[in-house]
């Protein structure tokens, strides 16, 4: 499939503002790992990144426990001069694609504020205070998803023309959650359910990244491959679970109703390849 048929729509329930700054990791990550600039030795950032400016901050005394870094700042400094003269994080997020050489179209869910907010043993939290700052060590009680907020008509149009919905290894309470929480998201895809596959972030009941597995655990949900079909099934037909879940395929299939096996962790091109050809792409 050409890369300008793609379309990629994106979780804000993380976006922050710090420093006055209008923050949207998951946005720019996805901007940064596709244009090849993402920090892999971070895992999050921009490569060749300094960080002067927040080393002087924390010499003033500063909150520093959200780190930008210097290359960084010039992102959030574009969209949030843009949104203060009333331009939308569609059309933002379109040029900021663009200007780094995209062809897909990447669309934020919405142009309304969502919150992520984790209740924990520690308190109320936003997302980036649970997941940054607390490191997502703290044991969550329950995730909600706050503000009155509508999908925007690009992403309503996509979703209901997509010849497939794919849901990408995301993890599904923080990340797949929130989109579903924005008004009529849900209501489109389990009408068309039967055109949506999702990838399992869970492999031999372990998360690649990040805090998927417990987070499932700790709100009562199984922690595996299964759990994820369940999580998912309203909405979802196949869920692709890797190989070394194959044991699981039985039970996935009784959950959403197909499943396919292959390598999900793309570790090389050639996994890579096999996991796009998987998802019908």
Known sequence: MPTSEIVAIVNVGDDVEMHGLTICPDIDTIIYTLSGLHNDELGWGLRGETWRTMDALAELGGDTWFRLGDLDLATHLYRTARLRRGDTKTAITADLARQRGLALRILPVTNDPLATMIDSDVGRLSFQEYFVRERHGVPARA????????????????????????????????????????SGVRDIIVRRREVVSAISPLIGGRAVK????????????????VGVASYYAPFCSTLVIDRADEHLAHDVREACGSVVVCGTLMSDPSQAAELVAAVGL
């Open 143 to 182: 995730v909600t998803y706050e503000g009155d907020a509508n999908l925007t008509p690009e992403v309503r149009e996509v979703l209901e023309t997509a010849e497939r919905i794919i849901i990408a290894p995301s993890n599904p309470i923080l990340s797949i959650a929130p989109l579903l929480a924005v």
């Open 210 to 225: 990040g805090p998927a597995d417990h987070l499932m655990n700790e709100l009562g949900y199984r922690p595996d491959a």
